[in-house]
């Protein structure tokens, strides 16, 4: 019971108004400040589809994901054993 009041009271304190402070305001100063007067893009790479040499077969990448080591989870999770017993599917799309 005590820890309700304790948590409610804070809470309520936490949310306090600042006079002439709104979403648009802060969008706007983040927007000036955020944005680089000096930028240039990058020049552009070619692609695979430019350079025929590029390109890899669905062969080689069933290859790559039937032989992939179990520790071999990237930043997708998605766990080895999974693209391997996938490979006869994956292969293609991927390639």
């Known amino acids: 019971m005590k820890v309700g009041e304790v948590l ?4 309520k304190n936490c949310y306090k108004q600042v006079d002439g402070m709104t979403a648009q305001v802060m969008n706007d100063h983040y927007a ?4 680089d007067s ?3 893009a ?4 070619h692609t695979a ?3 025929a040499d ?4 669905a062969m080689e990448v069933f290859r790559i994901l039937d032989t992939l ?3 071999a989870t990237g930043l997708d999770a998605i766990a080895a054993w999974f693209l391997r017993l996938g490979a006869p599917v994956f292969a293609a799309p991927i390639a």
């Open 69 to 71: 080591r179990p520790t």
């Open 49 to 51: 589809r430019e350079r």
């Open 8 to 11: 409610r009271s804070t809470w």
């Open 42 to 45: 990058p020049d552009s790479k």
């Open 54 to 57: 590029n390109f890899v077969t």
């Open 32 to 35: 000036a400040i955020s944005t």
């Open 38 to 40: 000096d930028y240039h």
